[in-house]
Each structure stands twice: as structure tokens, then as C-alpha cells.
């Protein structure tokens, strides 16, 4: 059982409120990720970390930003929500090279609705 | 252009009956994930397949590398509710650094 949690699952805020989407883990995994899937189904990677103090925009572009300060935590942040941020955030980290095991658990997810 | 393409996108099937999930890449494919989904929730990995002409199992669903390594097939043996959800599959286009990029899903709904 994979254990990765994101805070909160569900949050409905107005424009140009900041905001931060929390995600842990707590299996010591370096590499996190963070993904925006549309309502359509497909999920677009916007950003990763492979280590504290590493994070990299993933192939989507987004006004979010993220922090690893600590190996177990990588919050997302928006400084100013729009509609168009509207959509589901999940988070996912890996540990391919310690165990020999290759897939991302990912977390249940974050719901936004910007309104 | 999408680089993995899923077909069908969705699709609806009788309990019991048997079906097949394609995912078709635009480049050669080094390694191929398969996820399932519930709705509103995260994803849950299922398989992953490296090897041209690899093929696992994992209780009633088998997943296929085909031999050029461009397509892999998910099919579902005597479907069940339990099987509904959305399934992705995914490549790693980061030569193992676990970049992944998913495909553009498809939607299962099993009828009873």
C-alpha cells in the first residue's frame, strides 16, 4: 500500500486567492511529481523533483510553483487562482533505483475549482 | 500530435465478456506502464513491460508488448464491475528517470 497523501482532497476558491496543494510521502522516495489531468482523462506532468533542493518544470506549462525542502514533502503553490487553474493536481513519487521497483505511486488527489 | 493514442477511448461492456485496450506510440517505446483509475482518485499501478514481445498477467488482465515495441494491448478476461475505471498507459521518455507520459485513457464501464 502506497503511502502518499495530498490535503486537501476537495477545495472550491475564488479568484486571486493563493493557494497551496499539499503532498507526502512517507517511503523515503526521491523522485516526486506533480500532474494536472483535465477532465477528458489525460494527465500532463508540470513539474518533478529527483531530490531535496531539485525541482523541474514538467512538459506543461504552468503559473504553479513547487519547493522540496524536505525529502518527504513537495507543496505546489499558485499564487493568484484563476478558472483556468480549475482541474485535478495529483502527486506521484518513485524510487526505481533503490528497490528495483519502476512505477509512481501516486496520492488520491487534489479537486480545485476556481470560481 | 499525441504521442500515445488509446482506443477505444471508452467503452462499455457486459459483465463477463472479454476486452482488449490498445496503446499505440509514435516513437519506439523503453518502457510501457499501464495505471487503472477510479474515478476522482489516483492512479494504481498494474504492470509495466520492457521487453519486445513481453507479456504479464496479473489476475484476470494481461498486458502485451508487441515486437517493434510501438504497441501494447491491456485485455480484461470475463470483465467484472470491480474492472471499471479509466486505464492509462504511460512511457518513460526519460531514458529511466521516470518522466512519464501518458496516453490519452480510456473509460471502462462493466454493466452488471
Known amino acids: 500500500e502506497a503511502d502518499i497523501y495530498q490535503t486537501p482532497r476537495y477545495l472550491v476558491i475564488g479568484t486571486g486567492k493563493k493557494i497551496t496543494l499539499e503532498c507526502s510521502q512517507t517511503?523515503?522516495?526521491?523522485?516526486m511529481y506533480w500532474y494536472q489531468q483535465d477532465p477528458g482523462m489525460e494527465l500532463h506532468l508540470i513539474h518533478y523533483?529527483?531530490?531535496?533542493?531539485?525541482?523541474e518544470k514538467g512538459d506543461l506549462s504552468s503559473e504553479s510553483t513547487v519547493s522540496r525542502i524536505r525529502t518527504e514533502h513537495f507543496p505546489l503553490t499558485l499564487e493568484s487562482a484563476r478558472p483556468s487553474h480549475t482541474s485535478q493536481y495529483l502527486c506521484?513519487?518513485?524510487?526505481?533505483?533503490?528497490?528495483?521497483?519502476?512505477?509512481?505511486?501516486f496520492g488520491p488527489g487534489t479537486r480545485l475549482t476556481v470560481t | 500530435s499525441q504521442e500515445l493514442e488509446q482506443s477505444p477511448q471508452s467503452l462499455i461492456v457486459q459483465e463477463g465478456k472479454n476486452l482488449t485496450i490498445n496503446c499505440t506510440s509514435s516513437k519506439t517505446l523503453y518502457g510501457l506502464y499501464w495505471y487503472k483509475q477510479k474515478y476522482g482518485e489516483g492512479l494504481i499501478f498494474l504492470m509495466m513491460?520492457?521487453?519486445?514481445?513481453e507479456e504479464k498477467s496479473h489476475e484476470k488482465i494481461t498486458a502485451k508488448l508487441d515486437e517493434k515495441k510501438q504497441q501494447s494491448s491491456l485485455h480484461i478476461t470475463a470483465s467484472q464491475p470491480s474492472h471499471a475505471g479509466i486505464y492509462l498507459c504511460?512511457?518513460?521518455?526519460?531514458?529511466?528517470?521516470?518522466?512519464?507520459?501518458f496516453g490519452t485513457g480510456t473509460k471502462l464501464q462493466v454493466i452488471p
Open positions: 523533483s529527483y531530490g531535496v533542493n531539485s525541482t
Open positions: 517511503m523515503g522516495h526521491d523522485k
Open positions: 504511460g512511457a518513460d521518455r526519460s531514458g529511466g528517470y521516470q518522466k512519464v507520459t
Open positions: 513491460l520492457q521487453k519486445g514481445g
Open positions: 506521484a513519487s518513485s524510487d526505481p533505483l533503490g528497490r528495483g521497483r519502476y512505477e509512481q505511486y
